[in-house]
């Protein structure tokens, strides 16, 4: 068995298992004391609390975190989320409406202005409509 850092043999006797993998005492001792230099965490620190001290930790704790960050994430690259297509369709249509809903206020205000007031009425009834949609959740 050959230690995961060093790659100096390690008598099973002397094996230090941290995190998956196989250290030889020296590492272990050195790893264990190693500190961030922005906040000076150390990865007992982060065993013990599980938190990291700053994000410059993720840098200088590497290869102590990428196992336990492949084993809670699955993967150690953030992949995120795709929102489905009628979560998208939804929110076009939903922009649309609020795009119309401003046009028709402004249209509104013009019509009045200018003595127009049975176009406003009529701007008035779509507006409602538009409103609806909106609120009342008929975005179909």
Wanted: with cysteine; net charge neutral; hydrophobic share 30%.
């Amino acid at each position: 068995m050959r230690c995961a850092r060093c790659g100096k043999p390690v008598a099973e006797l002397n094996v230090r298992q941290t995190e998956g993998e196989v250290l030889c005492p020296h590492c272990a001792r050195r790893l264990e004391e190693e500190k961030c230099p922005e906040c000076g965490t150390t990865v007992e620190d982060f065993r013990r609390t599980g938190l990291l001290g700053c994000a410059h930790c993720y840098t200088v704790f590497r290869q102590a975190l990428t196992p336990t960050i492949r084993y809670v994430q699955g993967n150690l690259r953030h992949e995120g989320k795709v929102p489905s297509r009628e979560a998208e369709e939804k929110y076009f249509v939903m922009r649309e409406l609020v795009s119309r809903q401003e046009s028709l206020k402004g249209e509104i205000e013009e019509a009045m202005r200018t003595g127009r007031y049975s176009d406003a009425e009529r701007l008035q009834e779509e507006l409602l409509s538009v409103n609806r949609r909106l609120y009342g959740g008929e975005l179909s």
